[in-house]
């Protein structure tokens, strides 16, 4: 192919790409505007603050959570990485990460707050967490409520360190990692994989922050309307 033709080819593709791109990206949240923020999330127990740009949980007890609202979740969506830092601040334990969550989620003696509607509807209840410096910051596991456990690790979470934490998480399957480090991967088919994502602590003060979730094709890709062509280029050279 010829430079012009190339150039006419990459135009083309520019914005069919973009559009594939953004598709990918089903949820997002990095806590710059506490207003949008606001409208994201659904605090069931604990209490949740918006400051510095991160999520805070101030509440030192167990079992807080925060769960994506309706208006920004598909209960159909089963194929997706969920990933988020967190940082500990103080207390016995580290993250409660939640994934594949729908239905009521368990109390466990706390008095939880309204569920997003539509969640508290669906059935059945299915919880998932990733509990990360669990049992008195001794150790690591995936727990679930209706589902399958796994993924047990010797990881512990000190505190002000800041951790990146993602799950993928599929119909059939779900994967835990690290700092990048891939922990397990689950084998589970339980009810196809649905279910929403939450945040999460267990007697520990925390705070979290760039929380996105996305399609298997990947993330959006930032494009910027004056430089369309370097982007795309950037693209078809990473899959040539």
Same mark, same amino acid.
């Given at each position: ?5 190339l150039f006419i080819a990459i135009c083309i593709m520019t914005f069919g ?31 949740? $603050? ?32 969920? $990933?988020? &830092? ?31 509607? &539509? ?19 001794? &150790? ?55 279910? &929403? ?12 922050d760039d929380v996105v979730v996305y399609g298997p094709d990947g993330p ?21």
């Amino acid at each position: 192919m010829n430079s012009r033709n190339l150039f006419i080819a990459i135009c083309i593709m520019t914005f069919g790409i973009a559009t594939l791109a953004m598709s990918q990206t089903y949820f997002e949240d990095n806590f710059d505007d506490p207003k949008e923020s606001e409208k994201k999330w659904v605090a069931l127990f604990g209490e949740w $603050e918006l400051k510095d740009d991160e999520y805070h949980q101030l509440q030192n007890s167990p079992n807080c959570m925060s769960v994506v609202a309706d208006e920004f979740w598909e209960d159909d969506w089963s194929d997706y990485t969920f $990933e988020v &830092r967190g940082s500990k601040v103080s207390g016995a334990e580290g993250f409660l990460i939640m994934f594949r969550c729908q239905g009521l989620m368990q109390a466990r003696g706390q008095a939880l707050e309204d569920h997003p509607p &539509r969640m508290e509807k669906l059935k059945p209840s299915l919880e998932y967490w990733w509990n990360l410096g669990g049992w008195g910051n001794t &150790r690591s596991q995936v727990e679930s409520w209706g589902g399958k456990a796994g993924a047990n690790s010797a990881h512990t979470i000190k505190d002000k360190d800041w951790y990146n934490i993602k799950i993928v998480n599929t119909p059939n399957s779900y994967t835990v990692i690290l700092n990048d480090e891939e922990v397990a991967e689950v084998d589970d088919d339980t009810e196809g994989g649905v279910g &929403r994502i939450g945040l999460a602590t267990w007697s520990t003060v925390a705070k979290y922050d760039d929380v996105v979730v996305y399609g298997p094709d990947g993330p959006s890709l930032a494009v910027d309307a004056k430089n369309k062509l370097a982007t795309t280029w950037a693209h078809l050279k990473s899959v040539k």
